[in-house]
């Protein structure tokens, strides 16, 4: 990687270095396109970084990384939404939980979340099929509806192996 290219990695990519580099649980996986110079050596042409949580799943904040892991530590059934090329401002469902009846979609918002990005976010709920729960990930705590048809795993905090509750 070129000095301009690092340059650009570390501006554009430096919360996610943050959290990588403070969070045990955090982890980079870095994407892009590479090719060689005339003399021969391979290059990076564009890269993206994109945090994944200790089971390897993205999140695009703080707030979806501690839903995923409390999903995956309860083995519920979920679709993990991935925005691709969408914009940021624009709402998507973060989670789908597929284990209840009907399916559960969660947005994820905080304190710094734009009007126009929550009322885009409430049109959407209002016409889903799906059970839709809006979060504010800073004041409130998540409520997560029980599976159907399914136990839901408890932890030990001692072992850490699972148990049933």
């Known amino acids: 990687m070129d000095a301009k290219m690092y340059s ?3 501006k554009r990519f430096e ?3 943050e959290q990588a580099h403070y969070q045990d649980d955090v982890n980079l996986l870095a994407i892009g396109t590479f090719g060689f110079a005339d003399s021969g050596i391979a290059k990076i042409e564009e890269i993206a970084l994109v945090p ?3 089971t390897w799943l993205p999140f695009e904040s703080l ?3 501690e839903l995923l892991d409390t999903l995956t530590m309860q083995n519920r059934s979920f679709i993990k ?3 691709y090329n969408l914009s940021p401002k624009s709402p998507i469902a973060n989670v789908l939980l597929t284990d209840t009846n009907p399916p559960t979609a969660f947005y994820l918002i905080n304190d710094q979340t734009e009007d126009s990005y929550i009322t885009e976010a409430k049109e959407l709920i209002a016409s889903s099929e799906f059970t839709s729960i809006l979060v504010n990930v800073d004041r409130d705590v998540v409520d997560i509806p029980p599976p159907e048809n399914k136990p839901l795993l408890g932890y ?3 072992t850490d192996t699972a148990v049933n509750s």
């Open 15 to 17: 919360a996610e270095l």
């Open 52 to 54: 994944l949580n200790q």
């Open 81 to 83: 939404c991935l925005r």
């Open 156 to 158: 030990n905090n001692h």
């Open 8 to 10: 650009r990695v570390n």
């Open 63 to 65: 707030g979806e990384k």
